[in-house]
């Protein structure tokens, strides 16, 4: 299949040329180039998990096989077994947990945090307990416990994962994640992304949307004037805070909390 019609993707695999060179387009075209048992893992299983990191522009598998496939766009990791084997969108996939272990080699502490609180939504933590349990010997295995005692799957965002990391690393006791705020009136008026309950301290990170989005801005200055009138602090962080003044945030926090009372 030659010529402006088609493309090659690899190993006699082509597509149409108008056909977007998407996820599941590279792991179906994988799917048919590769002729030995496989499982979609590492990178491309935390992408078909939706996990929000850097994707790898390769396909990676992991292969039983004692000779690894070889062939352009491919990385093939060959292990001694390929675990409990999930099916998403239509492909075989390392399970969370499994997948979790996987990236600990390869990712640093706060992103392999951000990858397991959205694997650990996905299946449990007691799941990827299992996976690590089973993985001793496996290269990463240490960043992986140590990230293990830092996850939280009720997260619902990266950044929000980011900053809960931030602040446990810097001492911060443990804050509660996306739990109602209740009033005065004995009513919830708001979803800190953090917050110390008992003390009234509140942490909302605030996303390009929120000031893009005049809905969105609507609601977060009546959100913010019920925190005041309900007698909490709010510290509003942003993603420019996050990357480029990550001390600052622990520096507001701190105080919030030491103002209220709280030693540790």
């Not at 675990?83 to 996987?102: A, I, Q």
């Not at 449990?124 to 307990?129: F, K, T, Y």
């Not at 416990?145 to 950044?159: C, G, I, V």
Request: charged fraction near 25%; charge should be positive.
């Amino acid at each position: 299949m030659n010529g402006s019609r088609f493309r090659l993707i690899t190993k006699d695999v082509h597509v149409a040329a108008e056909t977007p060179l998407d996820l599941p387009t590279r792991c179906a075209a994988f799917g048919k180039a590769v002729d030995i048992p496989f499982v979609f893992s590492h990178f491309t299983a935390a992408e078909l998990y939706n996990v929000p990191i850097d994707a790898d522009q390769k396909i990676h598998i992991s292969v039983r096989s004692e000779i690894e496939p070889r062939m352009r766009g491919l990385v093939a990791h060959r292990v001694l077994d390929l675990g409990n084997v999930w099916h998403v969108r239509g492909f075989p996939v390392t399970s969370p947990g499994r997948t979790f272990v996987d990236l600990a080699s390869k990712l640093d502490l706060t992103s392999l945090c951000v990858a397991g609180d959205v694997l650990g939504a996905r299946s449990s933590l007691d799941e990827i307990d299992r996976a690590i349990a089973l993985g001793v010997a496996r290269r990463g295995i240490r960043l992986a416990r140590e990230a293990r005692a830092l996850l939280n799957p009720a997260a619902k965002s990266p950044q929000e994962t980011r900053v809960r990391v931030l602040l446990t690393l810097a001492g911060v006791p443990p804050l509660a994640v996306n739990e109602p705020a209740i009033g005065r009136d004995g009513r919830p008026f708001a979803e800190p992304d953090l917050g110390e309950h008992t003390v009234l301290v509140a942490i909302e990170i605030e996303g390009s949307h929120h000031q893009t989005d005049r809905d969105q801005w609507r609601r977060d200055i009546r959100r913010d004037a019920a925190y005041r009138d309900n007698g909490w602090i709010l510290i509003k962080v942003t993603r420019e805070d996050i990357y480029f003044r990550p001390q600052w945030i622990v520096e507001q926090v701190i105080a919030a909390l030491r103002a209220r009372g709280m030693r540790w």
